[in-house]
């Protein structure tokens, strides 16, 4: 599971949250699930909100609600929760801002009871420790879709001015002509001029 982080406990500040929630110097969610591992605890629900930096090429702002829990479902445990999320991104054709939502639930399986001493599975269940800032933000990185746009029928720039297309023409000429053959059209029109 190479997309979950574990963290070491120097790592982390002592600002507990809920008892089993911290911060670390970064402001990142840390979420101790040890008391799960050694059964005082069934289930560790949690509540938080996240502000994203804008490290993705065209999302501008990121703000998420995300309630969940850790849960012990016998055999293994397994984070499920909930993103409400509203995205200020650009349109991926005309480049105009929008919101974006993601309204979603998530689940994915921790480490089961009693995992292979070898695996990074074992590493994580020796910390009990998980990074939730990471674990949201790459589930809903993964859920977006590989374009946004303001609508189906965007236009989007024109490739020879860069007006947006969808609030009128810009005149340009539409007519593609082929590179190698541009000396050739320059020649024509220059002729005709004549």
Same mark, same amino acid.
């Given at each position: 599971m ?5 963290l070491p ?9 809920a ?5 670390n110097v ?7 699930f040890?008391s ?12 938080i909100?996240?502000?994203?930096p ?10 998420g609600?995300f ?7 016998n ?8 993103a ?5 991104v650009?349109?991926?054709?005309c480049?105009e801002?929008?919101d974006?939502?993601? +309204? /979603?639930?998530f $689940?994915l399986?921790l480490?089961?009871k009693?995992?292979e001493?070898?695996? =990074? %599975?074992?590493?994580l269940f ?9 674990l949201v933000r ?10 946004f ?11 020879m ?5 969808n ?7 539409? +007519? /593609?002509?082929? $590179?190698?053959?541009r000396?050739?059209?320059d020649?024509?029109?220059?002729? =005709? %001029?004549?």
């Amino acid at each position: 599971m190479s997309f979950v982080k574990w963290l070491p406990k120097e790592e982390t500040k002592e600002v507990k949250m809920a008892g089993y929630l911290e911060t670390n110097v970064s402001g990142e969610y840390i979420l101790d699930f040890s008391s799960l591992i050694s059964g005082e605890k069934k289930s560790l629900p949690f509540d938080i909100e996240i502000s994203f930096p804008n490290d993705e090429k065209d999302i501008v702002s990121c703000v998420g609600k995300f309630t969940g829990s850790v849960d012990d479902k016998n055999e293994e445990f397994v984070l499920t929760f909930a993103a409400d999320v509203k995205l200020r991104v650009l349109c991926s054709r005309c480049a105009e801002e929008m919101d974006y939502f993601v +309204k /979603e639930t998530f $689940s994915l399986p921790l480490c089961g009871k009693k995992p292979e001493r070898d695996t =990074e %599975e074992f590493e994580l269940f020796k910390k009990g420790k998980i990074n939730l800032s990471e674990l949201v933000r790459e589930f809903l990185i993964l859920s977006l879709p590989t374009q946004f746009l303001c609508k189906k029928s965007c236009k989007g720039l024109c490739h020879m001015c860069g007006s947006n297309l969808n609030v009128g023409g810009c005149g340009c000429e539409t +007519k /593609e002509i082929d $590179s190698r053959l541009r000396p050739l059209a320059d020649f024509l029109k220059n002729f =005709e %001029e004549d």
